[in-house]
């Protein structure tokens, strides 16, 4: 078994880490760990714990974080933030090559 995968925040299509589980990724959703409508500094905590990087489209409230987490010499595995993309290119975007 390999490194954890990534983590996938509230705002990404849930259904995303279906059809990545089912490309051999280990992904995940908050809404799996009990995590939706959870403040972003306990899901940061998580992903530290379970040693996961977390992809987000909150770029508002990741970055600062992070920023933070680097300032304190506190140990992330890291933070994907992108530009919020539709369901339609999310689902386009996973098919493997």
């Not at 259904?15 to 992904?27: H, S």
């Not at 908050?30 to 990087?53: C, F, S």
């Not at 489209?57 to 506190?74: G, I, S």
């Amino acid at each position: 078994m390999g490194a954890p995968g990534p983590h996938l925040d509230e705002h990404i299509w849930a259904y995303l880490a279906k059809i990545l589980r089912e490309q051999g990724f280990d992904v995940i959703h908050v809404n799996k760990v009990d995590l939706i409508v959870t403040p972003d500094e306990e899901i940061m905590e998580y992903e530290v714990g379970e040693h996961r990087a977390i992809v987000t489209f909150n770029v508002r409230d990741f970055v600062p974080l992070t920023a933070q987490y680097y300032e304190d010499e506190k140990e992330h595995y890291g933070v994907v933030a992108t530009e919020e993309l539709s369901r339609g290119e999310l689902q386009n975007g996973s098919r493997p090559f």
